[in-house]
Structure formats: C-alpha cells, structure tokens
C-alpha cells in the first residue's frame, strides 16, 4: 500500500556507536515530515526493532561487530526488503563495502556525518534528510529485481558496436545509479562507443564504483583523470569531488576534470557533463538520464537536444527513484523515456528508434 504523503517518514537508525546513532537522530529529527522511530547497536536488534516498528527506511553502518552491516543487509533484502542508506567513514576499507552493498540492494550511501573535510553538520544533515526523503519512494527488494528482468531477458545476444565515428553516450544517475549500472555492465558486450558517466557519490566511493564496474564487464572501466583521451570500448566515471566534461572534437575527444563549486547541488554535475558533450559531440552526443533524485541534467538535456544529440530518461517502471527522469520529462528536454532494454541497447552502440 501506497505510503500516505501526510504521515512522516518512519526511520530506523542502525549503528554501533551511540554517538553516532544520537548524531543522525538528532540531524533526522530537524525535519518535521521524518521520524526516527528506533535506534539499534546490532544486527540482531535492528532486525528484531525492523519487525516490530516497521520503518519506511533504515540508516545502516557498514561496519560492525558480530552481524555486520553486509549480513545484516542480505538478511533483510531477502526477508523485510525495504529502502537502506549506507553510512560509511570514507575510507578506502570501507569504501569497497559500500558499493558491494549498493550492489546487494542498498539503494544510496552517505559519509558518516563528522564535520570532517570542510563539511558543516548542517550540510551533512541537509544531505541526510534528501536521501532519507527519496530513499522512502524508491523500488527495493522483489520489485527492483522484477523490473531490472525486463532488461537481461530481452537482450542476451548483442555483439555490439562503436557506434558512428565520433559518437558520445553520457550517462547520468544519482539515487539506485550503482545497482543499475552493475546490473546494465555485466551484459555489455565488448564493444560499445565511448561512456561517459557522473553519478552522484561521495568523495572516495567513485574509484571503487569504477572497479566494481570493470570487474563485471567486458569493456574497460575506470574513474576518469583529467587529460586522457576518449576511446570506444571504455568508460569513464567521473571522480567523487570533481565535475567531469568532455573536451576536443569528433575523433580526438578527451576528458576534463575541474573543481569549482556544485552545479545543480551536485558535484560531479551531471548537468556539466551533459552540456560539455553538447559543445564537443554535437549531434554524435547521447544523453540518458536515468534513477535518481533532484534535477540534475535535465536543463543539460535540453542543451544536447538543442545541439541535435539525443536525449533520454529512464521511464519510471525501471526506475529505483523516479525523480531527475521526471524532471526531464516535464521540461520536454527528452526525445523519449526509455526502460533498462532500451538503456542497454544505446551503451551497447546498437540503433534505437524510440519516439515521444
């Protein structure tokens, strides 16, 4: 059933550390329309406190003692399934486990709310309380798995292609991006036209999404560096604390990487990536924009669209959080929506006739 917009959102907060577990409680509870419901120090009580209180979304830690965040995440998507933000220290230990957890059903991670690197606990909450917001609306468990099916079942034997000389994709996603993209890369053949991709993660997680995504897929993968070439059968995922664009001209295209402040609340932007590839690919260009929360990429979209690339969003039957699609939707910055076997057939450099 349908959760009733009035009501707030019902939040379990699950880690070992009580300062912690009072830290994001206390962030949480600034917002009117979220309530924190229970906290648990374990696995086994989280589980227990899960059952009885009935959260619409769980705050988990990856690391603790006995059943720890990992266990306790295959536990619960394979009996409660339910929306589970992943709180990490940004640490190249934790990191790894975050994205493998993503992969597992996790539907977003966030950095331990610390006040280290510059960051305010105000800006972290102001982050906690979007993703607890969103992670409330989004697809888990049976009916993520039933939808990403659509995809594999129709789409078992492609051979792949480079596209047309000079061709582009670009990909944006932020909330259930990782999930989707690891799910999409294992059927990739290995060949397909350059990708470019942004997704909204923290600082320090990007470079482990890169490696995961490598691992699953027949096309080279990794986080981008500022200055390397553009080459089909690879790609490029933009670092965790800088905007990705592309640069150069059809058949010498290369990767910029540039600091500066968030574009569209994000950085990496995929508005600045999006519009970046409307400058340098032109008509070569694809954009699709695909789960995630916010707007960002849907005014970039339209640039793309202007400079005769094409432009699509996912549709919201495939999507884990139908929010920046919607977006582009509304703004007509798209050519089509499109589910997860049209999405593979545009990475995979197979032709696409869709229409609005």
């Known amino acids: 059933m349908p959760k009733d917009p009035i009501d707030p959102i019902r939040v379990l907060v699950v880690d070992d550390s009580a300062l912690m577990r009072a830290t994001i409680k206390k962030l949480l509870n600034r917002d009117p329309g979220i309530e924190v419901v229970g906290t648990a120090h374990s696995g086994p009580v989280a589980l227990q406190k899960i059952r009885s209180d009935k959260p619409d979304v769980v705050t988990l830690d990856v690391e603790m003692p006995g059943m720890d965040g990992m266990v306790l995440l295959d536990a619960l998507m394979s ?13 190249q230990e934790g990191a790894p486990k975050t994205v493998e957890a993503l992969g597992k059903g996790a539907v977003d991670c966030l950095g331990k709310p610390t006040g280290e690197d510059g960051q305010t606990l105000k800006d972290v909450g102001e982050v906690l309380i979007a993703k607890v917001k969103a992670a409330a609306t989004a697809k888990v468990g049976k009916r993520r798995l039933a939808v990403l099916e659509q995809g594999k079942q129709e789409n078992s034997c492609f051979v792949g292609s480079s596209g047309n000389p000079g061709q582009v994709i670009a990909v944006g996603a932020s909330m259930g991006g990782p999930a989707t993209l690891l799910d999409l890369f294992k059927q990739l053949p290995p060949q397909t036209p350059p990708i470019l991709i942004t997704q909204h993660m923290p600082k320090g997680f990007t470079k482990s999404l890169a490696d995961r995504l490598n691992s699953v897929a027949k096309i080279e993968v990794h986080e981008a560096m500022d200055g390397e070439p553009v080459f089909p059968g690879h790609a490029y995922l933009a670092p965790g604390d800088q905007h990705m664009a592309l640069a150069g001209n059809e058949g010498d295209y290369y990767i910029q990487l540039r600091s500066g402040s968030n574009v569209c609340g994000h950085k990496p932007s995929v508005e600045v990536l999006f519009r970046s590839v409307a400058d340098a690919a032109g008509k070569k260009g694809v954009g699709i924009l695909m789960t ?59 032709p696409l006739s869709v229409g609005t």
């Open 292 to 350: 995630g929360m916010g707007y960002d990429g849907a005014e970039g979209l339209g640039a793309l669209k202007e400079a005769g690339g094409r432009t699509y969003a996912q549709n919201e039957e495939t999507a884990i959080v139908y929010g920046m699609p919607s977006v582009a939707k509304r703004l007509g910055t798209i050519e089509a929506e499109i589910g997860l076997s049209e999405i593979l057939s545009l990475l995979s450099g197979e």
């Open 79 to 91: 009996t409660d399934p339910l929306p589970v933000l992943m709180v990490s220290t940004l640490t």
